[in-house]
């Protein structure tokens, strides 16, 4: 099995940074594509940042110039620098890896809440 386990959310102020990690462990095979995923109360999950294996970058416009995601493909590791973070990124934001092994296998971490106060 593969597990994605994610670290880093909390509490912030409009304006703070925070980074969240997220490790892939377990029976990975190829680690391809990785990204990073919120679901604010009410709302439909949506991509936030995303990752290719070869390290091309792919945002929304509602994050573009504040969020940063990168990759250590050594640690099976993807992380997620946030700036300028407005009360509006408040959500659970979730880690989404797509593997291959004898097949394509998409996994979820379990989620990290972030809260932007005003």
């Known amino acids: 099995q593969v597990q994605l386990v994610e670290s880093g959310g909390g509490l912030v102020q409009a304006g703070g940074s925070l980074r969240l990690s997220c490790t892939a462990s377990?029976?990975?095979?190829?680690?391809?594509?990785m990204g990073w995923y919120r679901q604010a109360p009410g709302k439909q999950r949506e991509l936030v940042a995303g990752i290719t294996s070869g390290g091309t970058t792919n945002y929304p416009d509602f994050v573009k110039g504040r969020f940063t995601i990168s990759r250590d493909s050594a640690k099976n590791t993807v992380l997620l620098q946030m700036n300028s973070l407005k009360p509006e990124d408040t959500g659970v934001y979730y880690c989404n890896a797509n593997i291959y092994r004898l097949g394509n296998y998409v996994y979820w971490g379990q989620g990290t809440q972030v809260t932007v106060s005003a």
């Open positions: 377990g029976n990975i095979g190829r680690l391809n594509a």
